[in-house]
């Protein structure tokens, strides 16, 4: 089935260590977006890209970056992973008419 | 700048009765709003969206809501309560950069 393809599923990852969080979508959407969800916060956008090439800062960018090499693939990389970064990480894509955005499964990421 | 704001965390409804989760849209026009759906540890599912069509929209599982813009409200609203509705609701709002902006979300419980 078409999607988004998001891995890992989980990661426990040391404070201080690099990580990337990985996505693929194939349904050759223009637009990508990383969310992170917490209790009682919703869902918060960290990072998007409009067009492969193309990126931008959401709500809450700090400590995370991002890439767009191409339509596909749209990684997200915590350089030094701190506890405050412990979360559950979604991938979505949105073609960028006004339909809604899809949504991969989510990595569960702690950092201790 | 577009936001949402659910007016509620947590609703609790007897099976069979009404549903309703509140949610008003802060925007300068007219904007395009989403009403998506998580269950217990999975990703989010679309339930429906206003995109400047009819004002009242029909969605999956018997949802529907109604877009007013003079009390600048997306109220989601459902006939007859089932257990299968125990959920977390998100409204969401597209911003004109073709972001998706999530408001805090509304637990809905389901009581037998």
């Known amino acids: 089935i078409a999607g988004i393809t998001q891995a890992p599923t989980s990661q426990i990852l040391a404070a201080g260590r690099r990580m990337t969080l990985r996505c693929t979508q194939d349904m050759r959407h223009n637009a990508m977006y990383w969310y992170r969800q917490d209790l009682g916060l919703g869902l918060r956008l960290i990072h998007y890209s409009n067009t492969a090439g193309t990126t931008g800062k959401g709500e809450v960018p700090d400590g995370y970056s991002v890439s767009r090499a191409n339509t596909d693939d749209f990684p997200l990389t915590l350089a030094s992973a701190v506890p405050s970064q412990t979360s559950v990480y979604f991938c979505?894509?949105?073609?960028?008419?006004?339909?809604?955005?899809?949504f991969g499964q989510g990595t569960r990421l702690t950092v201790v | 700048a577009q936001s949402v704001t659910q007016l509620d965390s947590h609703v609790s409804v007897s099976e069979g009765t009404p549903v309703l989760l509140r949610c008003n849209y802060s925007s300068s026009y007219s904007p395009s709003l989403f009403w998506y759906v998580q269950h217990p540890n999975k990703g989010l599912q679309l339930l429906l969206k206003?995109?400047?069509?009819?004002?009242l929209v029909k969605g999956i599982n018997g949802f529907e809501a109604e877009f007013k813009k003079s009390e600048t409200s997306f109220h989601l609203t459902k006939p007859s309560a089932h257990m299968s509705d125990a959920a977390e609701y998100f409204c969401?709002?597209?911003?004109?950069?073709?972001?998706?902006?999530f408001g805090t979300g509304t637990s809905l419980t389901v009581i037998p």
């Open positions: 979505a894509s949105s073609d960028g008419t006004g339909r809604q955005a899809f």
């Open positions: 206003y995109t400047s069509a009819a004002t």
């Open positions: 969401v709002v597209r911003a004109t950069g073709n972001q998706f902006y």
